[in-house]
C-alpha cells in the first residue's frame, strides 16, 4: 500500500513564477491537508479539503495561495507570482477521516531564487 | 485558539540513555488528541505516539512513552535506551477532539533538536 506521494520533491523557481505542488493521498484517504514548514520552524496548516470540496482554509495567504482536490487526481496547491518568502516545505497529509492519523508525505522544497 | 510549546531547540542524549523532551500546550477544549511526531533528517514526518486526552493512562510505543499532565497541560515524551537512529527533530502536536469545529487540523510546537551522541 503505497504511502502519500508528492511530487516534485524539490521545485525551483524564480520570482514572480507560479509553483504547482500535487499531493496524491494514501490510497482509500479522502482528506488531505497541506502544512508548510519555514526553515527551523515547526509546520503551520494551510488549508484542509475533501474530495471537491475545501473544508478549511483557514491558514491560507489571502493572495497567490489556492488548492484544489479533484474528483479525480491528486491534491494540487498552487502558488501564483511566488515571492522569496514562499520558500519553504510544503506537506501534504492524508487520512480516513478527520478523526483519523494523518499520515504525511515527503513534502516538496520549494525554492524561490 | 490552541498553542504548543516546545521550550528545548535542542537536546543531546547519549546512546542507550533516556532523555525527556518536553511540550506544553493551551486550550479551554476538554476533548483533544495529542501526538510526538518525528523529522529524521530525510524530513519525513513519522508519528510516533498519540494520547487522547480523556484517557488518564500514559501512552506507550516500545521505547517510547509520555508522561501525560492534563490540569498541568504538559505532554512530556521519554525515549528510553537511546539508539542512533532517534537523532532527530521531535514536534509535538495537538488537535481538538469531536465536535462540529473540528477540522482535524494539527496544531505543531517549534520542535526539539534531538542529538544522539555514541
Known amino acids: 500500500n503505497a504511502g502519500v506521494m508528492q511530487n516534485p520533491r524539490h521545485l525551483v523557481r524564480r520570482r514572480g513564477q507560479e509553483a504547482r505542488l500535487r499531493c496524491s493521498p494514501m490510497?482509500?484517504?479522502?482528506?488531505v491537508y497541506w502544512y508548510r514548514q519555514l526553515p527551523e520552524e515547526g509546520l503551520k496548516f494551510m488549508v484542509y479539503l475533501q474530495k471537491e470540496n475545501i473544508i478549511d482554509e483557514s491558514g491560507m495567504p489571502k493572495e497567490r495561495f489556492s488548492a484544489e482536490f479533484p474528483k479525480e487526481g491528486p491534491s494540487i496547491l498552487r502558488i501564483q507570482q511566488v515571492v522569496r518568502g514562499d520558500s519553504a516545505a510544503y506537506f501534504c497529509a492524508s487520512s480516513t477521516s478527520s478523526q483519523r492519523e494523518q499520515y504525511f508525505g515527503p513534502g516538496t522544497r520549494l525554492t524561490v531564487t | 485558539a490552541q498553542t504548543v510549546t516546545q521550550s528545548q531547540p535542542e537536546m543531546s542524549v547519549q546512546e542507550a540513555e533516556t532523555v525527556t523532551l518536553s511540550c506544553t500546550y493551551d486550550?479551554?477544549?476538554?476533548?483533544?488528541?495529542l501526538f510526538w511526531y518525528k523529522q529524521p533528517p530525510s524530513r519525513q514526518m513519522i508519528l510516533v505516539i498519540r494520547?487522547?486526552?480523556?484517557?488518564?493512562q500514559n501512552a506507550t510505543e516500545n521505547r517510547f512513552s509520555v508522561n501525560f499532565q492534563k490540569a498541568a497541560k504538559s505532554f512530556s515524551l521519554k525515549i528510553s535506551d537511546s539508539q542512533l537512529g532517534d537523532a532527530a527533530m521531535y514536534f509535538c502536536?495537538?488537535?481538538?477532539?469531536?465536535?462540529?469545529?473540528?477540522?482535524?487540523?494539527?496544531?505543531f510546537g517549534q520542535g526539539t533538536t534531538l542529538q544522539v551522541k555514541p
Open positions: 502536536a495537538y488537535r481538538s477532539g469531536q465536535g462540529s469545529s473540528n477540522t482535524g487540523k494539527l496544531i
Open positions: 490510497k482509500g484517504h479522502s482528506h
Open positions: 486550550t479551554s477544549e476538554s476533548d483533544y488528541y
Open positions: 494520547q487522547e486526552a480523556y484517557k488518564q
